[in-house]
C-alpha cells in the first residue's frame, strides 16, 4: 500500500499506468532512420529465406520425380507380364515382387504429399492430364479415361507431374479402320556388275629351232715362205 491508499503490484508483469523508464544512450537516436533499417534488414532476412526455401523445394521436386520415373518400371512390368500371351513362360514371381516394391515406393511417397491421381473412368481434365489415345467405345461417356498411359502424381495440392491417358470417343458402328499394314520391306537387290574380261595369256613363244650348221672351214696351215 502505498501512502495514497492504492495498492501496487509485485507482478512484474503488471500492466500499469506509469511509463517505462527510457535509457540516456536512446534519447539521441534517430527513431525513424532506426525504423527504416530495421525494416531494409528484415526485408533481406526474408528474401533470403525465400530463395533458400525455393532452393529446398526445387531440389525435392528433383528427387520425388526421380522416385516416380522408379514407379513408372514397376508398374511397366507388371503391364508387360500380364499382356504376354498364354504359353510364354514368365518369370516366378515377378509380378508379385514388382508390385510389392511399388507398394513401398507409394508409402515413402506418401510420407512426402506426393499422391497418384486417380482418373480411370473419370473425364479427363486438361488441367492435369495430356490425351495420347482415342479408343471407341459404346458403353462410355466422351472424353472418359479408359486407359492410363503415365500416371500422374499431386504433390502439396499442386499438380507434381500430369498423366498420360487415352479417351472414350463415340461408337458409330463400326470398328475402326484399320492402320494399313506396312509391306515388308525387300531385300535390296544387288546391282550386276559387268563380269570381268578375261584375261588374256599370252601364247607361248616358240623356240626357234637351230638349223644345221654348216661345216666350219678349217685354216690350211700357213705356207712357210
Do not use: C
Given at each position: 500500500?502505498?501512502?495514497?491508499?492504492?495498492?501496487?503490484?509485485?507482478?512484474?508483469?503488471?500492466?500499469?499506468?506509469?511509463?517505462?523508464?527510457?535509457?540516456?544512450?536512446?534519447?539521441?537516436?534517430?527513431?525513424?532512420?532506426?525504423?527504416?533499417?530495421?525494416?531494409?534488414?528484415?526485408?533481406?532476412?526474408?528474401?533470403?529465406?525465400?530463395?533458400?526455401?525455393?532452393?529446398?523445394?526445387?531440389?525435392?521436386?528433383?528427387?520425388?520425380?526421380?522416385?516416380?520415373?522408379?514407379?513408372?518400371?514397376?508398374?511397366?512390368?507388371?503391364?508387360?507380364?500380364?499382356?504376354?500371351?498364354?504359353?510364354?513362360?514368365?518369370?516366378?514371381?515377378?509380378?508379385?515382387?514388382?508390385?510389392?516394391?511399388?507398394?513401398?515406393?507409394?508409402?515413402?511417397?506418401?510420407?512426402?504429399?506426393?499422391?497418384?491421381?486417380?482418373?480411370?473412368?473419370?473425364?479427363?481434365?486438361?488441367?492435369?492430364?495430356?490425351?495420347?489415345?482415342?479408343?471407341?467405345?459404346?458403353?462410355?461417356?466422351?472424353?472418359?479415361?479408359?486407359?492410363?498411359?503415365?500416371?500422374?502424381?499431386?504433390?502439396?495440392?499442386?499438380?507434381?507431374?500430369?498423366?498420360e491417358v487415352e479417351v472414350a470417343v463415340p461408337w458409330t458402328g463400326q470398328d475402326?479402320?484399320?492402320?494399313?499394314?506396312?509391306?515388308?520391306?525387300?531385300?535390296?537387290?544387288?546391282?550386276?556388275?559387268?563380269?570381268?574380261?578375261?584375261?588374256?595369256?599370252?601364247?607361248?613363244?616358240?623356240?626357234?629351232?637351230?638349223?644345221?650348221?654348216?661345216?666350219?672351214?678349217?685354216?690350211?696351215?700357213?705356207?712357210?715362205?
Open positions: 500500500m502505498t501512502e495514497t491508499g492504492t495498492e501496487v503490484s509485485t507482478d512484474p508483469l503488471a500492466i500499469t499506468e506509469d511509463f517505462l523508464p527510457v535509457p540516456e544512450r536512446a534519447l539521441d537516436v534517430d527513431l525513424a532512420d532506426a525504423f527504416t533499417k530495421l525494416l531494409f534488414r528484415s526485408s533481406i532476412a526474408r528474401r533470403r529465406r525465400e530463395e533458400d526455401a525455393r532452393a529446398a523445394e526445387s531440389a525435392q521436386r528433383g528427387l520425388l520425380l526421380g522416385l516416380l520415373e522408379v514407379d513408372d518400371v514397376l508398374f511397366a512390368v507388371q503391364e508387360k507380364q500380364a499382356q504376354l500371351p498364354p504359353g510364354i513362360p514368365r518369370p516366378d514371381n515377378l509380378v508379385e515382387m514388382a508390385a510389392a516394391v511399388q507398394g513401398i515406393l507409394r508409402k515413402k511417397l506418401a510420407v512426402a504429399e506426393v499422391s497418384p491421381m486417380r482418373l480411370l473412368n473419370y473425364v479427363a481434365h486438361p488441367a492435369v492430364a495430356d490425351i495420347v489415345g482415342r479408343v471407341p467405345s459404346a458403353d462410355k461417356p466422351d472424353e472418359t479415361v479408359v486407359a492410363v498411359v503415365r500416371n500422374g502424381f499431386n504433390w502439396r495440392g499442386d499438380v507434381l507431374r500430369r498423366a475402326p479402320e484399320p492402320a494399313p499394314a506396312l509391306a515388308p520391306a525387300a531385300a535390296p537387290v544387288p546391282e550386276p556388275q559387268d563380269a570381268p574380261e578375261p584375261r588374256r595369256t599370252p601364247a607361248p613363244r616358240q623356240r626357234k629351232q637351230p638349223s644345221a650348221r654348216k661345216p666350219r672351214k678349217t685354216r690350211s696351215s700357213r705356207k712357210r715362205k
